[in-house]
T-cell receptor, first 115, second 113 residues
Framework: DAGVIQSPRHEVTEMGQEVTLRCKPI?????LFWYRQTMMRGLELLIY????????DSGMPEDRFSAKMPNASFSTLKIQPSEPRDSAVYFC?????????????FGDGTRLSIL | DAKTTQPTSMDCAEGRAANLPCNHS???????VYWYRQIHSQGPQYIIH???NNETNEMASLIITEDRKSSTLILPHATLRDTAVYYC??????????????FGKGTKLSVKP
């Protein structure tokens, strides 16, 4: 079975540019999560969706970050304008549902470098 | 903040059992113990979880103490490919922001030939 698919795997861009990260969750999963990983702060949850609806975006660092989930098979995380401190690995994960003992399955991430 | 305490690093000989400890002395009755691992340059991978009973799957075994204040992840026959950072996480069973997996610093396991 295909796992969580993220694109692009690597992104290098100049500060001020718009960056869009994409995620395709596992088919049938109805919860989707966006995480960010840096050396300083480790893995942090940014936002999660349940049935395509954003439930908790308290981890989104600031208004430059936005996330959407227009349908059950696609989500985007957008940074506009980007800044060097946004450089990190961004992971998407999905699960069957939140709650209970259900595991999150992660993609291989997008390594973002803002110059 | 992570609610677990793990050793920073451990070594294990290839083919031997790797026993990774985790302390979670403030765990609540409705919180599960989860284990994930992250191999270099990959996303975290789910390993196993449990509430109070010991659990086993094709990857590992999870031993939870009777008071639930600590647990041990056991990789029965470690291979070089098991070299990774292993995260122990406690997570509420349902409701609210239960989606939050709070990752601490984990244990860096090095399996040596």
């Amino acid at each position: 079975d295909a796992g969580v698919i993220q694109s692009p795997r690597h992104e290098v861009t100049e500060m001020g540019q718009e960056v869009t990260l994409r995620c395709k969750p596992i088919s049938g999963h109805n919860s989707l999560f966006w995480y960010r990983q840096t050396m300083m702060r480790g893995l942090e949850l940014l936002i999660y969706f349940n049935n395509n609806v954003p439930i908790d975006d308290s981890g989104m660092p600031e208004d430059r970050f936005s996330a959407k989930m227009p349908n059950a098979s696609f989500s985007t995380l957008k940074i506009q304008p980007s800044e060097p401190r946004d450089s990190a690995v961004y992971f998407c994960a999905s699960s069957l549902k939140t709650g209970g003992g259900l595991a999150q399955h992660f993609g291989d991430g997008t390594r973002l470098s803002i110059l | 903040d992570a609610k677990t305490t793990q050793p920073t690093s451990m070594d294990c000989a290839e083919g031997r059992a790797a026993n990774l400890p985790c302390n979670h002395s403030t765990i609540s009755g409705n919180e599960y113990v989860y284990w994930y691992r992250q191999i270099h340059s990959q996303g975290p991978q789910y390993i196993i979880h449990g509430l109070k009973n010991n659990e086993t799957n094709e990857m590992a075994s999870l031993i939870i103490t009777e008071d639930r204040k600590s647990s041990t992840l056991i990789l029965p026959h470690a291979t070089l490919r098991d070299t990774a950072v292993y995260y122990c996480i406690v997570r509420v069973a349902n409701g609210g922001s239960q989606g939050n997996l709070i990752f601490g610093k984990g244990t860096k396991l090095s399996v040596k030939p």
